[in-house]
């Protein structure tokens, strides 16, 4: 997990994260993120494309983590909830 967020803060130009999110209530959504920083071992600073706005992240609570081309993202990101 840390590569991937580590290679998406590297080359922020050309690519983002998907990933599913749990929220501290147990909500579910999936996510597109521009990683930013790691803020110590257990959660990450990030431009969060669904909210438009920089966001937390504790990495216990991120699952299905995956790098993806930034080309292939538009803003805004509409967010979806995860229904697993």
Do not use: W
Not at 65 to 80: G, K, Q
Request: with cysteine; hydrophobic share 40%.
């Amino acid at each position: 997990m840390n590569r991937i967020l580590r290679q998406a803060m590297q080359d922020c130009d050309n690519y983002v994260i998907e990933m599913d999110y749990e929220d501290a209530k147990g909500n579910r959504t999936h996510r597109v993120v521009s990683p930013i920083r790691l803020m110590g071992s257990y959660r990450f600073l990030g431009l969060c494309l669904c909210r438009e706005q920089p966001r937390q992240f504790q990495l216990s609570r991120c699952k299905n983590i995956r790098l993806v081309p930034a080309s292939e993202v538009m803003m805004p990101v509409a967010m979806e909830a995860s229904m697993n």
